[in-house]
């Protein structure tokens, strides 16, 4: 019968519990087709599977759903409930191999195991072993791909990406390179660099990309798809040169300017920041102003300014009253892999029953001798040193890396350590809900017997 609602609930569950680099791995042998059911005990409600190895030719997977509690941990991986005849299992009670099958099984969570014929469960077929079935089930994705669309249409492309399904992907996405007709995207997808070409002539956008092999195709498809889904992300309005050309000359027309510009090329240029394509002008438009524009500019922002100086005196003094009121500690901050990224260092106020707690007005900080701190010993000793152990992660230096995190530790003991619950994104600008309580650091001796 189809997985319930409860066993549904659990396979996500299970997923949480494995380590991100297992994830990715078994995600990937599922994308390649290296999953394959053998049978469904129905009495024991356990589903096997044969696994693609690389030592082995193939390993033995099952999954047992039943008596499985949704407060769980590793305990669950084992003899009982799920087991995987790999080594590395063995060792570490999880493997690429069992995640696999739990891809295997939601992705198929609506399909009778008992019925169903084995080639309408594999959705991701062994070249070799189902080529016949590949073929009639779905046709292969391969760059270049070619979507026809009217230019008006283009900022709705994701709609017509129908060859992938809706799936949101994220990606880590590293730059942008703005062509005249269209992107250059090159972001990392689970652990690997893609390269996506976007386009737009004859009346087709056009999508390259470097990988040949199917499922890499599709991840790459569906992170642009979820991209241009994000109403925030409003690339595709400057995809062609019309719609570069249109997007230029409204910005001369809205600041009054249209007369005095007549190449847009030299006076515009489009770049990615932040992860967003911005206009930004350049050239001859800079230093140009219609002074109708100008003069009430000069009313808003100077004149009005002035008339609330007495205003901004009153916040110079409150500013002035908060000097030696912030507290700093530091911050632990994971990547999206939810590897070691980094450490910050921050500040933040206590409240009125409790002045020495960090409570409100999070910032980062850029200064150990500013003034809003209050008593910071050897402040900038700790932030150095946190700084060394940033630059090791950043090069992935190994070998020094616990040595410079033991020196922090150290140096930084009078400080609070916490664990940041965010991305890194988010620790440029970090908030109150993003840290919990403060951690502990544990002193441990490692005693190590060598018996002949």
Known sequence: MPLT?????????????????VIDKGRILYYEGKVGFDFY???SERYYFLVKGNVEPQYEVFIQLLDLELE?????????????????????MECKHVTAALYFLEANKSKNFNQTPENELLLFTDPEKKESTQRKSHQALSFPIEIPCEQTDIPNIAAKMTMVPDNEIKGFLMDIF?????????????????QLVVDYSNGKININGLFSKEYLVLLGLQWLKSRFKNPDFKELNFLTKQQKNNAMSDYLIRVGLKDQITELDKAFHFVCIEDQIHLIPKGPL??????????????????????????KMDAS?????????????????????????????????GSKTEPKALKVKFTLIEDPSDMRLGNNPD???????ANRVNKALKKKDLQHIHTLFGEFLQLGSEYGLYAFQGNARDAQFPKKNNFGQALR????????????
């Open 286 to 311: 800079r230093g140009l102003y219609n002074l109708e524009i100008l003069s009430k500019n000069i009313e808003k922002q100077v004149f009005a300014a002035l008339r609330s100086s007495e205003k």
């Open 72 to 92: 769980f941990g590793k305990d669950y991986f084992g003899e009982n409930h799920i087991d995987c005849t790999c080594a590395y299992f063995d060792q570490h």
């Open 5 to 21: 609602i409860e066993h549904q609930k659990i396979l996500r569950q299970l997923k949480l519990v494995l380590s991100p680099n």
């Open 178 to 194: 703005v062509k005249d007709d269209g992107y250059v995207y090159l972001v990392e997808i689970y652990g690997q660099q893609h």
């Open 41 to 43: 005990a129905a009495i």
């Open 379 to 385: 402040l900038e000793r700790v932030m150095t040193a």
């Open 317 to 349: 003094q409150e500013a002035s009253s908060e000097w030696g009121a912030y507290h700093a500690a530091f911050g632990l901050v994971l990547d999206y892999r939810k590897k070691f990224d980094k450490i910050i260092p921050f500040m933040a106020k």
């Open 441 to 452: 650091v544990l002193n441990t001796k490692l005693v190590v017997k060598i018996r002949k």
